[in-house]
């Protein structure tokens, strides 16, 4: 590299790390400040993408909401599209480690220069509006996607789907995951007012693919399929393979209408996922049993996905991943307890203030030993109170400032025989992430 060229890179990433100081700081984030910064409602976006030129509508899409599993399932279908031959961008959140990890185009991220770019664009615009971080950060996907000349774009509801800033998309295929208690505050107490949030995202004539749901939820979903005369399927009714075997490294899932097909995402989960990804192929033009199966292979290539029963090391084994509400957890506590099993188990575990920790604590093993901690963000839930609820609930470790040092002493107590496991926030893994990659 030149002198003039490094001169011009480090200029890029000083411009860069402002432009993020700028983001973080100047406009209101959920991810970092919870409730406060959320912004439901369409006007906005609507606004700043019109001013645009409406980039959305320039591509065909795919929109991805429910409570837990979007991020597998976006990327599922992501890779899979992209092994077909098309040029896919993906729009995920929140990320873990890089700002850049939401945008990618075929697994690439969005690069420094376009995030810098976006910025420069939307403040010359000097638009009468003030959007959330989130707003911006989709625009700026779409955006993206737009100047790249995507033939797809996979796009992740952020938060509820009726009111999220994704919502603006007229999609080829909505997918709804499942439903469970989560942001109860902004989206409902129950079940049924969560699910009717979700259903939002069906549009007119735009065929549905949910991947469970029972009883009113069912009853909601199907509602309002028929009131917008989309196609609605169950991905639970009838399983789209026959068997799931998972074999460590990757589930084998036999007798799929693409053959069987190997996929590195282990977690209890996955089957689920899978089962609902598999559906919604069905719906999609070009899906040939080559890009399925090398779609479903090459999942983490393809889309970067990470934090999902994610092992990080061996020595001791290590492992984390970004359940973070009750319904994430009682699919989660079950894999943990016959980790426990087999060999001593110890748990860095913290949680952001919203979450129903109470409910979460009846799913952790009571076998492991804990290591309270919190995640740097402020919406943490403080490591003491954390420690307070669990031990009422019977589990027992000590308190540690920051997930760093409740690592620390969880990889030396485990040692080579043990195995540690880093989770209960998103923020969490985050930290514990961003030291291995450091």
């Not at 369409?42 to 409406?54: D, F, K, M, Q």
């Not at 994704?166 to 439903?179: D, E, G, K, R």
């Not at 009717?196 to 939820?217: C, F, L, M, Q, T």
Request: glycine share 10%.
């Amino acid at each position: 590299m030149s002198f003039i060229d490094s001169m011009q890179s480090q200029n890029i990433e000083t411009r860069y790390q402002e432009a993020l100081d700028w983001l973080f700081s100047q406009i209101p984030a959920f991810h970092r400040e919870g409730a406060g910064a959320y912004k439901p409602g369409l006007e906005t976006i609507s606004t700043l993408c019109r001013a645009l030129g409406n980039p959305q509508m320039q591509y065909k899409t795919v929109h991805v909401g429910g409570t837990n599993g979007k991020g597998s399932v976006s990327s599922l279908i992501a890779s899979v599209l992209t092994e077909a031959g098309h040029t896919v961008g993906l729009f995920t959140s929140p990320h873990l480690v890089d700002f850049r990890e939401r945008i990618r185009v075929n697994g690439e991220m969005i690069t420094r220069e376009g995030v810098l770019d976006f910025l420069d664009r939307y403040k010359a615009l000097n638009l009468d509006i003030e959007p959330s971080f989130f707003e911006l950060t989709t625009a700026m996907a779409f955006d993206w996607f737009a100047r790249r000349g995507v033939d797809w774009a996979v796009i992740e509801v952020g938060l509820g789907g009726r009111l999220d800033s994704t919502n603006i998309i007229v999609p080829q295929l909505s997918v709804i995951t499942n439903i469970s208690l989560d942001h109860t505050s902004l989206l409902g107490d129950t079940p049924e007012l969560i699910a009717a949030e979700k259903a939002g995202i069906i549009k007119e004539n735009v065929p549905v693919v949910i991947g469970r749901a029972e009883g009113e939820v069912m009853r909601v979903f199907n509602r309002a399929a028929s009131e917008r005369f989309a196609l609605a399927r169950f991905a639970h009714m009838i399983p789209a393979y026959t068997e799931a075997v998972n074999c460590g490294t990757h589930i084998l899932y036999k007798g799929t209408p693409w053959g069987d097909i190997s996929c590195p995402l282990t977690g209890d989960c996955q089957p689920e996922n899978a089962n609902t990804v598999l559906y919604a192929l069905a719906f999609l033009p070009g899906m040939t049993r080559e890009a399925v199966t090398r779609g479903f292979t090459r999942v983490l290539e393809n889309s970067g996905l990470a934090g999902r029963w994610m092992t990080v090391s061996t020595s001791p084994l290590t492992v984390c991943d970004t359940a973070h509400n009750p319904g994430g957890w009682e699919i989660l506590g079950p894999q943990l307890e016959r980790l426990a099993r087999e060999r001593p188990l110890h748990i860095v575990i913290g949680f952001v203030a919203d979450k129903d920790l109470s409910t979460i604590t009846g799913y952790l093993p009571r076998g492991a030993s804990y290591y309270f901690t919190q995640p740097s963000t402020p919406r943490a839930r403080d490591a003491e109170d954390t420690a307070r609820v669990c031990r009422d609930a019977g589990l027992e470790g000590g308190v540690y400032a920051s997930v760093k040092e409740a690592l620390r002493a969880a990889r030396k107590s485990a040692g080579d025989a043990g195995a540690v496991f880093v989770g209960g926030s998103t923020f969490v893994v985050a930290d514990f992430l961003e030291l291995f990659s450091a």
